[in-house]
């Protein structure tokens, strides 16, 4: 039998941070030593007032359908959620809530592209983004920038890249991989080249609440009726809550965007889980307490990890503002980043996601998403491995 795969999932490349975390977990379970820098999710628990919410809701017997776009309390909370911590007016119908921050990405992109269109991606990108683009058979047009400019495109930069069939630009701030935060002005010069070229923004502000160093965000949507009018805000509950099992992302869009996007999710997914949704009313409306405790950790360790990367020979290391990730540059040690990465596991037992699954080869991303000691554990072998490249 000859199976004809669709060109669309032909295109397709298997997400490399989950291989590398499943490739080191693998070797944990056999009883490997590893330090694993490879994970993309907290390494806290859920608060329990939002696990005693879905506990309560599934006692209740909430386990049934709901509406396709969530149930209306949750759309509720959403709109407060934009009002009180944003600045920005939406109405419940222009909310949607979907499976994961990714599937409100795959849907904002399914909603609002196909073949023909150009979706402008700066690099170093959340890989997932090209990907999708493939899938709704337009082209990913990247952008490439690099630790020189803290990984940040310009909005001559982005003006220069637009073209007639420019549909969307893609900002995540902060960032993921590179834990870089655009500044207020800068976000907002972005926005405008959006708006003179009429060109849709697909803002994923999931890592919002996660920053250092006196870091401040500001949504694009936020600057002005126009800036409000061309932005889909995609965002979800797995970072700032710790809920990546839990399979819940929402977005925010002007209506006639989220009308076509609930009718998608309608004929895809049908509505999250239910009684995840009650969960999530919790996360929103409930304590955020948990916040300040995680970033207190997460700094001190994104502080250590800075400063002895930047003590390794061949790797330099610019701060991160945001996210939990560190994405050293690598390109001194002579490797690129497939090889450095692999050799590192080998010699060393260290997980490491290789920049080139971000579009940035000359880096590895490092999530620091895991206990102080194994991060120092971590970085000694670095060193060691790193010492025994560069003489
Ligand atoms: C983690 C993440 C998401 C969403 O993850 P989900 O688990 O699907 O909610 C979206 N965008 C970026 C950049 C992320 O890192």
């Not at 965000?217 to 936020?222: E, F, H, M």
Request: positive net charge; glycine residues 6%.
């Amino acid at each position: 039998m000859n199976y004809k795969i669709s060109q669309a999932a032909a295109s397709l490349s298997p997400s490399l941070t989950l291989a590398i975390d499943a490739a080191a977990k693998k070797m944990k379970a056999e009883g490997q030593d590893v330090v694993g820098f490879g994970a993309g999710e907290p390494d806290f628990d859920t608060p329990d007032h939002i696990k005693m919410a879905a506990i309560k809701a599934l006692a209740e017997g909430f386990t049934k359908y709901t509406p396709s776009s969530g149930i209306p309390e949750l759309r509720q909370a959403i709109v407060d959620k934009f009002k009180r911590e944003n600045g920005l007016t939406y109405k419940p119908s222009q909310t949607i809530v979907s499976c994961g921050g990714k599937h409100s990405c795959y849907n904002a992109i399914m909603a609002t592209c196909q073949p023909g269109d150009e979706v402008i991606i700066p690099a170093p990108y959340w890989l997932s983004y090209p990907e999708m683009v493939k899938m709704a058979g337009a082209t990913p047009v990247i952008l490439q920038t690099s630790d020189a400019t803290e990984f940040k495109v310009t909005a001559a930069q982005l003006r220069a890249a637009i073209t007639p069939n420019t549909r969307l630009f893609v900002l995540n701030s902060p960032s993921n991989p590179t834990g870089s935060v655009y500044t207020p002005d800068e976000v907002k010069a972005l926005g405008d080249v959006c708006i003179e070229k009429g060109v849709l923004i697909m803002s994923d502000e999931i890592y919002e609440h996660l920053l250092y160093d006196g870091a401040k965000v500001r949504s694009v949507a936020t600057f002005s009726q126009a800036h409000f009018d061309h932005t889909i805000i995609v965002h979800g509950f797995a970072k700032a809550w710790s809920m990546t099992g839990w399979r819940l992302g929402f977005l925010a869009a002007p209506e006639p965007i989220a009308k076509a996007i609930d009718a998608v999710q309608s004929h895809s997914t049908s509505n999250p889980t239910s009684f995840a949704q009650r969960g999530a009313v919790a996360a929103l409306n409930g304590p955020q307490e948990h916040l300040a405790r995680w970033l207190a950790e997460f700094d001190k360790r994104r502080r250590y990890a800075h400063q002895k990367l930047n003590s390794i020979p061949g790797i330099s290391c610019v701060n991160a503002k945001g996210a939990f990730y560190l994405f050293p540059n690598i390109s001194k040690t002579g490797l690129k980043s497939r090889d450095f990465c692999a050799r590192l596991l080998e010699a060393e037992k260290v997980a490491a996601v290789p920049g080139i699954a971000f579009g940035a080869d000359d880096y590895i991303r490092l999530s620091y998403a895991t206990s102080m000691a194994n991060i120092e554990k971590g970085l000694d072998r670095i060193d060691k491995f790193a010492r025994s490249l560069v003489k």
